[in-house]
């Protein structure tokens, strides 16, 4: 199976495992091409956006024994009970960052809500069912896809 294949079941699987669509709403054909859209995006300008957000950031100075790299953005477990997919920049000596193949971001609330608390996790997977973490990597950038 291609990257391509590969990815989009794995967007696939975590919309129908994960509930990307608010609970109330039915996952329709529409829902399940964006969010495969956008991971085929991010995907395929993955050097693109990471030279941006480098230029953006003035990370081009940064030490060499640090790397930056963008992968897909998967949150789950969020507030209203819907899901989201975007991007993020993960930085960290080279061998981690090579080894990352997404993020997810766990959302909830603490207090009655009155705190709205969220957990990056860089994870060596695209599929967030079976995943190690990726220690020694962190997130930089975040970045959101309009719909």
């Known amino acids: ?17 994960f509930g990307a669509v608010p609970a109330a709403q039915a996952i329709n054909l529409s829902d399940i091409l964006k969010v495969g859209g956008i991971g085929i995006l991010v995907d395929r300008f993955s050097p693109q956006l990471n030279s941006f957000i480098n230029t953006l950031m003035m990370q081009h100075k940064a030490a060499p024994e640090f790397a930056t790299k963008v992968v897909p953005i998967l949150t789950v477990g969020v507030l ?14 080279q061998n981690l960052v090579d080894r990352v193949q997404a993020v997810v971001q766990v959302e909830s609330g603490f207090n009655g809500n009155m705190f709205r608390v969220k957990g990056l996790i860089p994870i ?9 973490r990726v220690s020694g990597v962190g997130v930089s950038a975040i970045i959101d896809v309009r719909i």
């Open 124 to 132: 060596d997977s695209k599929i967030p069912v079976n995943f190690t």
């Open 80 to 93: 209203g009970n819907s899901g989201y997919i975007g991007a993020a920049q993960v930085m960290g000596p």
């Open 1 to 17: 199976m291609n990257a391509r294949k590969i990815l989009i079941v794995s967007l696939i699987v975590t919309v129908l495992a």
